[in-house]
């Protein structure tokens, strides 16, 4: 069983669709993570949510919003897709302040 | 200044030699700091943690230094499949974040 894993693998839409990005974990995780990694493979954090509290990122934009149904899972559902948010998007859970485990990513081609 | 800065490298070097990465990190709060590795279209997967005291495991050796607000990691005996970009990752201290550095390309040559 894969123990975090996210789809689509890859996604390829055009200018001004919503789309989103799934993940889910099996490792009774607290905290779920979304992390943009750009052209220059600089990962950077978007979120990081847990029951209590969901932190943004201030330089986010708002047309991204998580969405967790449950504890095992945070979506990332994206509205009006523009040309740079292109990119791979990487899901990651762990215990609070512990390591990270990584899902496999999703490469996003916005055309 | 960038939370988390490292050297990008690239490193280029042969079997067998002995290379060494550092980082710095702005917050000196932060408590938790990793290396990890990431190799070309792939997640970022843990290497090791890196522990007050020094920690190795086989040839790898990571070392923090809280004074001087920096970590390293020491790859001896290099080998092919070393070959990767290295990561190193820092907890925020608050808000169950992490910022991760920029990275470090490692290519061992034969």
């Known amino acids: 069983d894969t123990a975090v894993s996210q789809t689509p693998k890859y996604l390829v839409t055009q200018m001004g669709n919503d789309k989103s990005i799934k993940c889910e974990q099996n490792?009774?995780?607290?905290?779920m993570y979304w992390y943009k990694q750009d052209s220059k493979k600089f990962l950077k954090i978007m979120f990081s949510?847990?029951?209590?509290?969901?932190?943004i990122n201030e330089t986010v934009p708002n047309r991204f919003s998580p969405k967790s149904p449950d504890k095992a899972h945070l979506n990332l559902h994206i509205n009006s897709l523009e040309l740079g948010d292109s990119a791979v998007y990487f899901c990651?859970?762990?215990?609070?302040?512990?390591?990270?485990?990584f899902g496999s990513g999703t490469q996003l081609s916005v055309l | 200044r960038k939370e988390v800065e490292q050297d990008p490298g690239p490193f280029n070097v042969p079997e067998g030699a002995t290379v060494a990465f550092n980082c710095t990190y702005s917050?000196?709060?932060?408590?938790?700091f990793f290396w990890y590795r990431q190799d070309c279209r792939k997640e970022p997967k843990l290497l090791m943690s890196?522990?007050?005291s020094g920690n190795e495991d086989g040839r790898f050796t990571a070392q923090l230094n809280r004074a001087s607000q920096y970590i390293s990691l020491l790859i001896r005996d290099s080998k092919l499949s070393d070959s990767a970009t290295y990561l190193c990752?820092?907890?925020?201290?608050?808000?169950?974040?992490?910022?991760f550095g920029t990275g470090t390309s490692l290519t061992v040559i034969p």
């Open positions: 990651a859970t762990g215990y609070t302040n512990e390591k990270l485990f």
């Open positions: 490792l009774g995780h607290d905290t």
């Open positions: 949510y847990n029951n209590k509290e969901l932190i």
């Open positions: 917050n000196s709060a932060s408590q938790s």
């Open positions: 890196v522990y007050s």
């Open positions: 990752v820092v907890d925020t201290n608050t808000g169950n974040q992490f910022y």
